[in-house]
Every structure is written in C-alpha cells, then in structure tokens.
C-alpha cells in the first residue's frame, strides 16, 4: 500500500515529510513525491521515479520552504512507474494537491466527464481525477472542505486521500473510504500530522487517532 504523510504546522514541513517518507518506506513503493506551499501559499512540487533517494537528492541543496505539506509513495497500478505518474497529483491550476492511496473504481467515468467540462490531464493514474474533482466543486463555489467532501461522495472503492489547497494554505483534509490501508491522525503541539501509518509519526506525537472508513478530517 502507498505511503501518505501530511504536515501543518509551525515548523518548516520538508525535512517532517522526508523523514516520514523513510520511516514508510518499508509498505514499498516505486516513486516518491512532496510538494509544500510557501508562505504565500504559493506550491512547490517535486515527484521522482524510484527510490526515496532519487528525490532526496534533487532536493539535498534545496528543500521548499513551507508550513504546510504532503509527501507520498507510490506503488504503480493505474499507469506506470513514471514521473508524471507519481504523487501528489493537482488540478489544472496546481490550486489543489493530493496524495492517495487506494483505487478508485469509477475513476474512467469521472475522468471523462471531468475532460468534457474542460479539465486536462498529465497522467495516467486514477487518483489524478481527484483534485479535478474537487476543483470542479470550488468552481462551483463550495468551501476547499466542502469541495473535498463532495467529491469524497462520488467515489467509489476503498480510498484514502489527503489534500491541500493554495486558497487555504495551513489546512490539511483528508478522508478514508472503506478499508483504504489506514490514516492515522498525530496530535502535536499547534501542529497536525497525517500518515498511513504510525512509524511516520512516533518522532512527533504519541497523541494519535485512526480515521475509520467513512470519516473526515480537517
């Protein structure tokens, strides 16, 4: 199962995500991927094919600076093991950013009716439908939480997903669907974490929830 790790925060969200990445690494994985929204809310991206070290070393000499953050690893199901293909996945104007975990059944179905409506795709994955979806809903004017909740009810499948917005930097939502693997929320102090699993969060907080299939959080 894919590794998932969310950061918001007071403290800088790169180095959190990439020790939360290695400390997931054992679930396997063939890509990693991180993207952080600076101060302005302005979001920075980087996604590589292959081993957790491929992308740390892009980033060894400059990590994003940010509060706020996702970080993912990636088994190949719906397309291959690719740089476009790895996590996080945006929307058609990197206002929305997610990382999943799961498959999402009816993703062929969405994904067309979202190309009609105008949205244009990088990748051949399923979770890439998911910001579309939800910037379909924030087009439409609902709240970024809304957004996401909406588009939580047109999924189908057992599906976890974190998602960060640009419009609302400092905000992390996520949801579970079914029996997605798991998210655990970490509790720290004026900071909220997300992982797939608890490894990631033991160096932060012991103050920790699962989510359920069926439950939010924001």
């Known amino acids: 199962m894919c590794g998932i790790i969310g950061y918001a925060g007071a403290r800088q969200a790169a180095p959190i995500i990439l ?23 302005m979001p920075a991206v980087h996604k590589k094919s292959g081993k957790l070290v491929n992308l740390a070393t892009v980033l060894q000499d400059s990590l994003p600076e940010g509060v706020t953050g996702v970080g993912h690893t990636r088994w190949a199901t719906h397309g291959g093991p690719t740089d476009f293909n790895a996590h996080p996945h945006t929307d058609c104007d990197n206002q929305i950013i997610v990382v999943h975990n799961g498959i999402v059944e009816n ?8 190309i009609a409506e105008g949205h244009a795709f990088t990748s051949q994955t399923d979770a890439e439908c998911i910001p579309h979806l939800i910037e379909s809903y924030i087009d ?15 999924i189908r499948g057992a599906n976890a ?29 004026d900071e909220l974490l997300l992982a797939s699993d608890l490894p990631a969060l033991l160096p932060h907080t012991q103050d920790v929830a699962y989510l359920a299939g069926g439950e939010m959080v924001i």
């Open 107 to 114: 993703y062929v179905q969405i994904k067309e009716s979202l």
């Open 140 to 154: 439409q004017e609902y709240p970024f939480e809304e957004a996401v909740r909406a588009a939580a009810g047109e």
């Open 161 to 189: 997903v974190v998602a960060i917005s640009t419009r609302e930097p400092g905000k992390l939502v996520a949801f579970r669907l079914g029996n997605a693997g798991g998210l655990v929320v970490g509790y720290g102090k």
């Open 19 to 41: 020790e939360g990445l290695a400390a997931l690494e054992y679930r396997g994985y063939y890509s990693a991927g991180i993207a952080v929204l600076d101060s302005d809310g």
